[in-house]
Each structure stands twice: as structure tokens, then as C-alpha cells.
């Protein structure tokens, strides 16, 4: 499924199930139908895993829980630089700096040791690319070309905010690997 599942939220929740012991969320991406149950209250005192293949989103879903003010002020130092330069920051970003030090902190097993820098340059690719789309090319680089917004929300500090409580609460587990 490509891009976010946040546009089929009104279709989905007619199948949420009105009791559950545990909540499993094998395809996690986004985290759409998570941080939609968890803004409902549905999660509270259930163990939530959330589960993704792609080493980059649980990577970054890992620092911005552990992170949020320094993710946060990295992402005001992008949206500063956006907003002067567009199109040639994201290719900039992209290119000269994402792709080479997600690169350099890839570990032997597949895993991205994520840092706030690295977490925040992927929210903002996400936020200016094309359709926020995750896609690499067959060498593993970010490919997305970027996106044509006016004025793309780059540093929401009431959503990262959201974010990291959501992922903080102790009985939530972020989990990289095959469902």
C-alpha cells in the first residue's frame, strides 16, 4: 500500500473490533489506524507492538520517541531553510546528506542507528516529497522526487508532541522486522 492509510480511517473503523486483548499493528508505516485508536482512547491499558520492515520508519519512530526536542529542532531548521529555497533544499537534503548518512549508519543486520538529524531530514522529505511517499531505488537511496506544496507543515510541535506520548506509554513496543 502506498502513502498512508489516513484517508481510509472512516471506512476502517466500521472493522475495529469493540473488544481486544492485545493490539497488533503488523504493517505500522505511518501508524495511521494506531494513533487514531490511541487519539480515541481505545489503547489505554492494552499492549500495543507495532510492527514495520522498513528500518527507517521504526528508526525514526524509535528517536522521535526518545528525542522529541532535538528532532524538533532540527525540523525548524529545515522548514527555515524550505522556505528560502524549496525545490533545491529538498534535493539537497536528499541527496547530499539523508541518503549518505542513512548510509553510514547502517549496521551489519539492515538496522538504521537513527539520530535526530537523520529522524527529522525524514519528516521533512516525507512533508515535501512527492504524495509523502517512501520509496528507495534499487541501490537502497531515498528516490522521491519532491512535492509541490505551497506551504508544507514541516515542523508540527503539537504532532510531535502527540507522536511521543503515543509511543512513549510503556506498554507500546516498536518492533523492526517481518510481521
Known sequence: WAGGKRQLLPQLRRFYPST?????EPFFGSGAVFFDLHGAGRLRGHDVVLIDSNADLIGCHETVRDAPDEVARELDALA?????????????????????LRDQRRRADGRIAYTPQLAAML???????????????????????????????IADRGQLTRVTAALADPRVRLVWGSF
Open 123 to 153: 519528516i521533512y522529505l516525507n512533508r515535501t516529497g512527492f504524495n509523502g511517499l517512501f520509496r528507495v531505488n534499487a541501490r537502497g537511496a531515498f528516490n522521491v522526487p519532491a512535492g509541490r506544496y505551497d506551504r508544507p507543515n
Open 80 to 100: 527555515l531553510a524550505h522556505a528560502r529555497d524549496g525545490q533545491a533544499h529538498y534535493y539537497a537534503v536528499r541527496d547530499t546528506q539523508f541518503n549518505p
Open 20 to 24: 481486544f486483548n492485545r493490539y497488533i
